[in-house]
């Protein structure tokens, strides 16, 4: 008998061991996590779509930047107030700019304006402003999902293995770093998920009205959160069996509350409809199947490696897959339900459109944010469950998979902090920083081009405040002046570039060629340039 007291002892402290062990590489993976996310802000590429952010929260638009600065010599420096909100423009200039792109939900947008208003009186840094910003929502991203994971499974253990692989995922450490909305939008798809199921397990006016208060955040963060409002119905009428008793009128009142709240913006999307639906159809280009298919393996790998392994690719995706039908075979129907739901509306409402027209959406990384999500808290299920069997070689075996996924994502992230260009940017990036560096080198440049506003701007953060610009509507229009030394041609397509400065007489070569952009310098410039 004592000896099996004493056996039962031990027993007690082997496991107080392990959960003080595990509770600490929790805190170090946390810590790591906030680290990766707050080194080198303004090291990172300020690209175009980050440019596009600043731009509407300047409170100016591309058509009023060539209307001030096309067509004339103009230092870099003075492109800076296009990049943060300026004494000349105010909130309302703010909001007519994004309206003329009703594609984006407002929400991220005055939070930056608000945050860059207050925080550049006391920095001068507008690209580590601003990307601070999503850094510190990125943080919410911790308590959320560890909320979500307790009211799916009422479980520390696999709440806290879900925070350990969101905190090092280079999926959401990439987005917490880029001056856009998706960190926003990842907090809103998790406490909109853990405030529904709260509100079903307490069924209480005052959780249904912070639901629907979760939905209005979320419609107005991003426009695919109605992909996850949907999952979320799908959800409740499936769970209840479509019948309305009291439960289901609270939640199709919260709904009600929520949609009729993003009725302005609505609005705002119906009055400019034809042009939000062409920049939905310049989102998506022709694509082949090979080619979606790869690009899918390609991120579901990156949300928990940040590198392309190539055939290895299938590994992580036979695991997602069997993360995904072990919580369904072994959860509670409920939650096997919910992050299905989530998991495959959001996923194949994409994914069926492209696959019939050949589109490219659902390869957009970005956009399945909450089915990534719902796969990462998948296995956070397995890991955890398995790691709990008594079977001490699943324990093992699943402890060492689940050392490889953080591993994987610590080594990751390590690596790809030091690079300037990240793979959520576009193709561009790389031509970027070459031309930049080509350009910094001269000692007095003047960089000539009839790209577009947003494309000027995003060369613009590369550039040193010695260049001059000469941005034009049309390159017959190009004069040089006397106080240059170096004269470059940027251009985004190659067509018509050194015979467009024929007039200079002066012969150039082409430095960098990109897939799209190109930058060309004058071998030899006319006499009244010398």
């Not at 793979?423 to 960089?447: C, E, F, H, T």
């Not at 006397?482 to 012969?507: A, C, E, I, P």
């Not at 897939?515 to 004058?522: A, F, G």
Request: glycine letters at 4%; charged letters at 15%.
């Amino acid at each position: 008998m004592k000896q099996l007291v004493k056996s039962s002892q031990n027993q007690q402290k082997v496991h107080l061991h392990y959960r003080d062990a595990f509770k600490l590489c929790i805190i170090v993976i946390l810590l790591l996590g906030v680290l990766f996310r707050v080194v080198k802000l303004d090291h990172k590429f300020y690209w175009e779509d980050e440019v596009r952010t600043s731009l509407r929260i300047s409170g100016y638009t591309e058509t009023e930047i060539i209307e001030q600065v096309y067509n004339q010599n103009i230092p870099v420096k003075h492109l800076d107030k296009y990049k943060f909100p300026h004494p000349e423009t105010s909130l309302m200039d703010t909001v007519q700019a994004l309206m003329t792109h009703p594609e984006h939900s407002p929400l991220y947008y005055l939070m930056a304006y608000n945050w860059m208003k207050v925080w550049m009186q006391w920095f001068d840094n507008p690209v580590t402003v601003i990307r601070s910003l999503s850094v510190l929502i990125s943080f919410l991203v911790f308590p959320s999902i560890y909320w979500l994971g307790r009211e799916l499974f009422n479980s520390p253990f696999i709440a806290e293995i879900s925070v350990a692989i969101v905190a090092i995922s280079p999926l959401h450490i990439v987005y917490a770093q880029e001056a856009r909305q998706y960190s926003l939008w990842t907090v809103a798809v998790l406490v909109s998920s853990a405030t529904l199921l709260q509100a079903l397990r307490l069924n209480t006016t005052r959780n249904w009205g912070v639901y629907a208060l979760s939905l209005i955040i979320g419609l107005y963060c991003h426009l695919l959160f109605g992909l996850v409002v949907l999952a979320q119905g799908v959800y409740v009428f499936i769970l209840h069996q479509c019948r309305l008793h009291k439960t289901v009128i609270r939640y199709c009142q919260s709904l009600l509350i929520g949609l009729i709240a993003f009725i302005p913006w609505t609005w705002v999307i119906f009055n400019a409809w034809l042009k939000s639906q062409n920049n939905l159809t310049q989102w998506g280009g022709k694509t082949s199947l090979s080619r979606l298919t790869n690009q899918w393996f390609r991120n579901i790998n990156r949300a928990f490696f940040d590198a392309d392994l190539g055939a290895a690719n299938m590994i992580i995706i036979i695991l997602a897959i069997y993360a995904l039908y072990f919580l369904w075979r072994h959860a509670p129907k409920k939650v096997g339900l919910f992050i299905v739901a989530i998991v495959g509306i959001s996923a194949l409402t994409l994914m069926i459109p492209d696959l019939i027209f050949g589109s490219s959406l659902s390869t957009r990384l970005r956009y399945l944010i909450p089915s990534y999500l719902g796969i990462q808290i998948a296995f956070a299920y397995l890991f955890g469950t398995q790691m709990a069997t008594v079977r001490t070689w699943k324990q093992r075996w699943w402890r060492i998979c689940a050392i490889a996924i953080i591993s994987g994502g610590v080594i990751g992230c390590m690596v790809s902090s030091p690079r300037a260009v990240t793979w959520s940017m576009d193709d561009n990036s790389d031509y970027y920083v070459k031309i930049g560096q080509v350009i910094n080198q001269a000692p007095r440049p003047l960089v000539i081009s009839d790209a577009s506003p947003i494309r000027i701007l995003t060369l613009s953060y590369r550039l040193e405040p010695k260049t001059w610009l000469q941005p034009l509507t049309t390159l017959t229009s190009a004069t040089i002046p006397d106080n240059v030394n170096h004269v470059f041609l940027f251009k985004y397509t190659k067509h018509d570039t050194s015979r467009s400065l024929v007039d200079f007489n002066s012969t150039s070569k082409l430095v960098v060629q990109g897939q799209s952009l190109y930058l060309w310098e004058q071998l030899s410039l006319p006499n009244s340039a010398r």
